[in-house]
């Protein structure tokens, strides 16, 4: 289990002190899906990149598993089992995906059958992809994909994935819907996703809304979502409009 108590986040700026997260109380109870979701600029990356180590917390503590977190870097943090999906992948010139899949998976003899299955599970074919260099050959959508087979190769217990679905075409990314329902349907990990897409947010066993640096809203599929939607049409004028004429 994981919790946030009390935490704030905030940066110096020519105009003073500016808050990015205030007051965020949250509770993660293992091996369950919590969507991230809202408007743009409400601080979901924030709040995510806090959890895995990458900044660290003006105010509040961040407990793992009972054990303080705070002050612990993000080497120390994937030790725990934490890891992390970035937007925009880093490349590896020099080093191949079967390379990255082997220190993942923490071992020199990883089978190619057993790439396969990560690489299939984020829809890339082994064959195609396991001697290619994680460089700037690859397109942003394949680093993406490459970069989630790596989580999913480590096996971490806490896996965060920041808006997987970027950079993704359709195909690939029914592939990685079903991934997720998979592993969370084994229950063997919990799953922070950052994401604005309706089948993502569906598979959550919770939706936390993050606007403004705060937690808006939080509950199940059926209670949430149904408020996005509202807010959503609520913010667009051409909508407005519509439903007021009929």
């Known amino acids: 289990m994981l919790e946030l108590k009390n935490i704030s986040y905030h940066v110096s700026a020519p105009e003073g002190e500016m808050d990015i997260l205030k007051h965020i109380d949250l509770t993660i109870p293992d091996r369950q899906l919590l969507v991230f979701t809202g408007p743009n600029g409400g601080s979901k990356t924030t709040l995510a990149r806090l959890i895995m180590?990458?900044?660290?917390?003006?105010?509040?503590?961040i407990l793992y598993n009972g054990e303080d977190i705070t002050d612990l870097d993000i080497t120390a943090r994937a030790r725990?089992?934490?890891?992390?999906?970035?937007?925009?992948?880093?490349?590896?010139?020099?080093?191949?995906?079967?390379n990255l899949l082997q220190v993942a998976a923490g071992t020199e003899k990883l089978s190619k059958d057993r790439c396969c299955e990560y690489l299939t599970g984020v829809g890339l074919c082994a064959n195609d992809y396991l001697d290619r260099e994680?460089?700037?050959?690859?397109?942003?959508?394949?680093?993406?994909?490459?970069?989630?087979?790596?989580?999913?190769a480590r096996n971490s217990r806490f896996m965060i994935f920041d808006e997987p679905e970027a950079g993704i075409d359709l195909w690939s990314f029914a592939r990685l819907t079903e991934t997720f329902e998979q592993i969370h349907n084994r229950r063997d990990a919990t799953m922070v996703i950052i994401s604005h897409q309706e089948r993502i947010i569906r598979l959550a066993d919770r939706i936390i809304v993050v606007a403004g640096g705060q937690i808006s809203h939080q509950g199940t599929a059926e209670e949430i979502f149904p408020l996005i939607l509202a807010d959503t049409r609520g913010s667009c004028p051409v909508l407005s409009r519509k439903e007021a004429a009929v």
């Not at 180590?53 to 503590?61: E, S």
């Not at 994680?134 to 999913?152: F, M, N, P, Q, Y």
Request: glycine residues 14%; hydrophobic residues 35%; positive net charge.
């Open 53 to 61: 180590g990458l900044i660290r917390p003006t105010d509040g503590r």
């Open 134 to 152: 994680v460089d700037a050959s690859l397109s942003g959508g394949e680093v993406k994909r490459i970069e989630i087979a790596t989580i999913l």
């Open 80 to 98: 725990l089992g934490i890891s992390y999906g970035f937007q925009q992948p880093p490349r590896f010139k020099g080093i191949t995906v079967q």
